[in-house]
């Protein structure tokens, strides 16, 4: 079994920042190495989007145009736990932040990232952003 548990997320202002965390607790053995992992957002009456991702070794980043420059993703092999570093946070950054897994050795990281092709969500953790 897999499972994944955001924390971090909160309220702000305009301009601050958050780190938003996944953990991610699976059978024995399992290593993000060989795993492509994602941050999606959804925010009312809007589809869930994804905001940015990383390939399996680590290699390669992808990040939506509206956070690139802004969001870092990051992960810690060690600790089986993903990050996403979001500065200069903006009120259209608020929304509901879901951490995904692909779960498939090998598997090839979409860009745009692709909702269908990660099989495992995390339960969610709210950002909101006044201005």
């Known amino acids: 079994q897999v499972q994944l548990v955001e924390s971090g997320g909160g309220s702000v202002q305009a301009g601050g920042s958050l780190r938003l965390s996944c953990a991610v607790s699976?059978?024995?053995?399992?290593?993000?190495?060989?795993?492509?992992m994602g941050w999606f957002r959804q925010a009312p009456g809007k589809e869930r989007e994804g905001v940015a991702g990383?390939?399996?070794?680590?290699?390669?980043?992808y990040y939506a145009d509206s956070v690139k420059g802004r969001f870092t993703i990051s992960q810690d092999n060690a600790k089986n736990t993903m990050y996403l570093q979001m500065n200069n946070l903006k009120p259209e950054d608020t929304a509901m932040y879901y951490c995904?897994?692909?779960?498939?050795?090998?598997?090839?990281?979409?860009?745009?990232?692709?909702?269908?092709?990660?099989?495992?969500w995390g339960q969610g953790t709210q950002v909101t952003v006044s201005s």
């Open positions: 995904a897994l692909d779960g498939r050795a090998g598997c090839i990281l979409g860009t745009p990232l692709r909702r269908a092709e990660f099989g495992y």
């Open positions: 990383i390939s399996h070794g680590g290699g390669y980043t």
């Open positions: 699976a059978y024995t053995g399992y290593t993000f190495l060989w795993d492509c």
